[in-house]
């Protein structure tokens, strides 16, 4: 059958989707690697912030607020929705 890619076409595409998942995976790896550097927080600490399973000390938010050069009022601020 020609032009018929079937299960292998099906393969193919995981693989590309699992390759660019990868390559996403591995760019924020990076970018929080650098963002750690940046803050002087470990990356642990800050997946622990993002996930909410734990809440920033002051000294933290100083240090984030300085990396983005941001005021602390912009890290305290919610969006309405």
């Known amino acids: 059958m020609s032009g018929d890619t079937g299960w292998s076409g099906c393969l193919l595409i995981r693989k590309q989707t699992d390759d660019e998942s990868e390559k996403r995976q591995l760019a924020l790896v990076s970018e929080q690697e650098s963002f750690s550097e940046a803050t002087g927080i470990p990356r642990r ?12 000390r002051y000294s933290d938010l100083l240090r984030i607020a300085a990396a983005l050069k941001k005021g602390m009022t912009a890290l305290m601020e919610t969006s309405t929705s």
């Open 45 to 56: 600490t800050l997946r622990r912030i993002e996930r909410g399973d734990t809440g920033p």
